[in-house]
T-cell receptor, first 117, second 114 residues
Framework: GAVVSQHPSRVICKSGTSVKIECRSL??????MFWYRQFPKQSLMLMAT?????????EQGVEKDKFLINHASLTLSTLTVTSAHPEDSSFYIC?????????????FGEGSRLTVL | AQSVSQHNHHVILSEAASLELGCNYS??????LFWYVQYPGQHLQLLLK??????LVKGIKGFEAEFIKSKFSFNLRKPSVQWSDTAEYFC????????????FGTGTRLTVIP
């Protein structure tokens, strides 16, 4: 199947710093990518929909100024957690759908575990 | 609003036991249904999906699921589990029209004891 790669897989940062997470579709083009957050023992919560060449669509309760999303190309979306705080520590997962296929299937990245000290 | 319910939070089975994980969704329109699996330390992978046609769908690794429209359910089954099936299982739904993201259930952790 199609591959989505996330980097970094783990990151530890100090409170107040910013962290960028990349999500790449390796063998397909994705006009839309999704960013999820997963808390321990809970489901994936959609944070935002990343649209290539336009602004991201954020879910209710997600601060757009804190979680900056950029989808500059058909294969790359980035999530930047600005001025990170310990409560931002979580597992962030991106997913993408093949723009040329009509299967409805989402392909997921490996996830990025963020720990804010 | 769409919602997905998975009633079993943690299921523990012995090898060779049969498995059924419940999934119910709330949505008034036509939906596509998915089961994803997350093995320890790995990312989410698609087990099976239902778009239309035969409501009994077969996926990888011997899993199957049945869509019962009247019950808004899409339960996952496997006749005989293996230790390697130990994982977290997520049911997900997306409307066939409109929103194009998936709505996930809270997941069910399956532990298979050798």
């Amino acid at each position: 199947g199609a591959v989505v790669s996330q980097h970094p897989s783990r990151v530890i940062c100090k409170s107040g710093t910013s962290v960028k997470i990349e999500c790449r579709s390796l063998d397909f083009q994705a006009t839309t990518m999704f960013w999820y957050r997963q808390f321990p023992k809970q489901s994936l919560m959609l944070m935002a929909t990343s649209n290539e060449g336009s602004k991201a669509t954020y879910e209710q309760g997600v601060e757009k100024d804190k979680f900056l999303i950029n989808h500059a190309s058909l294969t790359l979306s980035t999530l930047t957690v600005t001025s990170a705080h310990p409560e931002d520590s979580s597992f962030y997962i991106c997913s993408a759908r093949d723009s040329t296929a009509n299967t409805g299937e989402l392909f997921f990245g490996e996830g990025s575990r963020l720990t804010v000290l | 609003a769409q919602s997905v319910s998975q009633h079993n939070h943690h299921v523990i089975l012995s090898e060779a036991a049969s498995l059924e994980l419940g999934c119910n969704y709330s949505y008034g329109g036509t939906v596509n249904l998915f089961w994803y699996v997350q093995y320890p330390g790995q990312h989410l992978q698609l087990l099976l999906k239902y778009f239309s046609g035969d409501p009994l769908v077969k996926g990888i690794k011997g899993f199957e699921a049945e869509f019962i429209k009247s019950k808004f359910s899409f339960n996952l089954r496997k006749p005989s589990v293996q230790w390697s099936d130990t994982a977290e299982y997520f049911c997900a739904v997306t409307p066939q029209t409109g929103a194009n993201n998936l709505f996930f259930g809270t997941g069910t952790r399956l532990t298979v004891i050798p």
